[in-house]
């Protein structure tokens, strides 16, 4: 089923994404969280494309296993390492899978100087316009509420997603954060250039401290003052660090729901334990809102 389809249906979607194993590790511990992630019966669950690609095979072939349980695969790809014809072969055997959904991506510049090289999308609008000629793909993108780390300003920022949604985007989703107002102010500055599409809100529950720094360093997503003390007070000790980093990605969820967010995507680091938790803590929210 196509993703787009579903954000029109008027209901809360809240969905998930995983990961991969690295190139030559097994997939058996990832069919069972693509198992443990189905049975909450999320809107659809995204897998993400390995740095460079290097993983691919794994990404094509957990996806087919996110698609045979009967909820949506949504497939990364990103166009970085490989030139357009790589790219739009690996977009084929997506196909082949039964994906219908992929979020296109640039991906991080490699380091080593070889990026652009011959025959590569430069961006990721590029990669969003050719997969929408391919075919029958519903594409999605990504957004970065505080404004990419490459970009010298938000606005810069923005006038390049514009760029993704007109060049066929169909709904965007959102690097994690922690503070919803960013997120509001992000949503209003869409509108006021004119992206129509949904957004969804991407959501990271934090239950390991190490984790966040790791992931703050890479982005530069901001740490309101409430989630430091939270980290501080109990990064620690691992089962209250886990209950307070569900309690806060409920907590934000819930917040976002009831200023009229419809679209909610778990981070879910592959712990289907973590989001079993936060579905459990949402079931009656999530019900009441599809009705
Ligand atoms: P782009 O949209 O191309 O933007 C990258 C930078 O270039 C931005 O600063 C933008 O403002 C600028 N830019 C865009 N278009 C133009 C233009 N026409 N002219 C000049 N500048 C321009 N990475 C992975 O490796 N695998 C994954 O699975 C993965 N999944 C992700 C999922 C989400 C929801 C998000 C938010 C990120 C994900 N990433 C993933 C990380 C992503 O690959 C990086 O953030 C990457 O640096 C940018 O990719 P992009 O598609 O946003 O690039």
Redesign the pocket.
Known sequence: MKINELLKSGHITVSC?I?PPKKGIGLTHAREVVQEIAALNPAFV???????GTNCDNSVELAAEVEKTGVPALS???C?SANKEEVRAVARRFAENGVENI???????PQDGTFPGEGQY??????IADLKAMGDFCIG????PE?????ASKA??L???K??ADAGCDFF????FFDNDLFYNFLYRALSVGIRVPILA?IMPVTNAKQIKRSVEL?GTYLPQRFVSLVDRFGDNPAAMKQAGIAYATEQIIDLISNGVEHI?IYTMNKPEIAAQIFSNLSDIIADYAD
């Open positions: 994404e990961f995204s897998v993400t494309y390995g740095v460079g990364h790809l990103t970085v979020l296109a991506l640039r991906g991080d510049i430069r961006h990721a609008c590029e990669l993108g990504a957004c970065y404004g990419h780390v490459e970009s810069e920022d006038q390049h997603l760029e993704k989703t959102s690097q994690m991407g982005s995507h």
